[in-house]
């Protein structure tokens, strides 16, 4: 078996960084918009509303039910059918959405990874100490000051080891994007595979610039829990 690293090392890696741009914008806005989603389903599930609270919560098990792979299928491909039939049973017999890749991508990451971290958050304000909301409710703040000015901070800071656990897991989801067309690393990857039949140098390669992007994250994410179980 004759292997040629040098070929593909030449012709892949520069391929392979400009498909590290895609992952890191595709994860960054996926990951700040799941962040904002999670934050707000956590507070309508925890909201004295049964109908809010059970809305969500069904919405939340039918994300987390159903594989990343689905709805990211499901975003680019049917979303758009079903948005169609609804502007044209209006009378807009000219519609023609169509979602871009990336577009279908982020919102795709943004719902999945916004149901978890919705728990996330959702189990942090629960720790909170009853005591803290009793006495701001005591100091004359209502219910949504205590809860945006003393609970969420608090929960918030405590939420951030498990948050940056769930952002090297989305760089390595980005890779599932590849489905939808997304230029990024594992597509890259497989069209010059395919092209050249360097199989084992390309994946050998394309494994070795996923663990460079996250085994730095995840080594960062450990020494932050650390210091913050010191800092407790």
């Known amino acids: 078996m004759n292997l040629n690293w040098t070929d593909a090392f030449n012709n892949l890696v520069p391929s392979l960084l400009q498909g590290v741009v895609v992952v890191l914008q595709t994860t960054i806005s996926s990951f700040l918009i799941a962040v904002v989603v999670g934050l707000l389903v956590a507070i309508c599930r925890l909201t004295q509303l049964k109908i809010v609270k059970y809305f969500f919560a069904t919405i939340v098990e039918i994300v987390r039910g159903t594989p990343l792979l689905v709805q990211l299928f499901y975003i680019y491909y049917v979303v758009p059918l079903i948005l169609d039939s609804i502007l044209k049973s209006m009378g807009n017999s000219s519609a023609n959405i169509q979602f871009s890749a990336v577009a279908a991508g982020i919102a795709g990451l943004s719902i999945n990874y916004g149901a978890y971290i919705s728990e996330v958050f959702r189990s942090a304000i629960l720790s909170i100490d009853e005591g803290q909301k009793e006495s701001g409710l005591a100091l004359g703040f209502t219910y949504y000051q205590v809860l945006w000015k003393i ?36 597509l890259r990857t497989q069209t010059y595979a395919s092209q050249t039949f360097e199989t084992i140098e390309s994946y050998t390669i394309l494994a070795v610039v996923y663990l460079l992007l996250s085994l730095p994250l995840s080594q960062l994410m450990k020494l932050l829990e650390k210091k913050m179980k010191i800092l407790h």
């Open 151 to 186: 609970i969420i901070p608090q929960a918030f800071t405590n939420s951030i080891p498990v948050l940056g656990n769930y952002l090297v897991m989305m760089i390595k989801d980005t890779s599932l994007l590849a489905i939808i067309s997304v230029s990024e690393l594992l």
